[in-house]
């Protein structure tokens, strides 16, 4: 079974940053592209960003800048650095793992921004 372990969610002000980290096997880590989602209330899950196996990334135009994607093959984690913080980056956010037609996620973690 495929566990994607998210972490680092939160409540945080306008302005300020987190870091979602999310943890998977080797096997997983060393073969997928992985990513971010997340889903607002009453809208559809939009990409984030990803990363491939060999570290290219891929990110939402809205979110250039101010979001970063990276991976620690000692520690099979992919971490989310969401820095300059809007309300309207309000949303649960789901780790993803996907190959082929393989498509893994997470549990999702809760991110609010909010004075």
């Known amino acids: 079974q495929v566990q994607l372990v998210e972490s680092g969610g939160g409540l945080v002000q306008p302005g300020g940053s987190l870091r979602l980290s999310c943890a998977t096997s080797r096997s997983i880590f060393s073969g997928y592209t992985m990513g971010w989602y997340r889903q607002a209330p009453g809208k559809q899950r939009d990409l984030v960003a990803t990363?491939?196996?060999?570290?290219?990334?891929n990110y939402a135009d809205s979110l250039k800048g101010r979001f970063g994607i990276s991976r620690d093959g000692a520690k099979n984690t992919v971490y989310l650095q969401m820095n300059s913080l809007k309300p309207e980056d309000t949303a649960v956010y789901y780790c993803?793992?996907?190959?082929?037609?393989?498509?893994?996620w997470g549990q999702g973690t809760q991110v609010t921004i909010s004075a």
């Open positions: 990363i491939t196996s060999s570290g290219k990334t």
């Open positions: 993803n793992a996907a190959f082929g037609v393989r498509n893994f």
